[in-house]
Nanobody
Framework: QVQLVESGGGLVQAGGSLRLSCAAS????????MGWYRQAPGKQRDLVAT???????NYADSVKGRVTISRDNAKNTVYLQMNSLKPEDTAVYYC????????WGPGTQVTVSP
C-alpha cells in the first residue's frame, strides 16, 4: 500500500501563485510516476502534470508555461508550482502515484478568485 498526503491548497487571487506538495509513504517502488490531476465541480478528473522517477515530465496544454512539476526522490515527495493562476484553475487537486498500481491522495482544494 502507498499513502499520499497533499498540502498547499488554498484561496488565491487571479494572477497569484501556489505550491502544492504530496508526500508518499509505504511500499514505494522505483521506477514510478507521480503526478497531479484536478477535478472541477461537475467535470471529470483531468491531468495537470506527471513526473517519472527519472524526472521526465508531461503537462496538460492548459497549464504549460504556468506550472512546474518537480520531485525529491529522497523524500518521495512531488511538488506542483503554479503561477499566473486563473479562476478556471479552481478545482480539487489530486496527487497520484503509479508503479505497479495507481494510488490517489484525498485531494486538496485550490480556489482562484477573479
Amino acid at each position: 500500500q502507498v499513502q499520499l498526503v497533499e498540502s498547499g491548497g488554498g484561496l488565491v487571487q487571479a494572477g497569484g501563485s501556489l505550491r502544492l506538495s504530496c508526500a508518499a509513504s509505504g511500499s514505494i517502488f522505483s521506477p514510478n510516476t507521480m503526478g497531479w490531476y484536478r477535478q472541477a465541480p461537475g467535470k471529470q478528473r483531468d491531468l495537470v502534470a506527471t513526473i517519472t522517477s527519472s524526472s521526465s515530465t508531461n503537462y496538460a496544454d492548459s497549464v504549460k508555461g504556468r506550472v512546474t512539476i518537480s520531485r525529491d526522490n529522497a523524500k518521495n515527495t512531488v511538488y506542483l508550482q503554479m503561477n499566473s493562476l486563473k479562476p478556471e484553475d479552481t478545482a480539487v487537486y489530486y496527487c497520484s502515484y503509479f508503479s505497479w498500481r495507481l494510488y490517489w491522495g484525498p485531494g486538496t482544494q485550490v480556489t482562484v478568485s477573479p
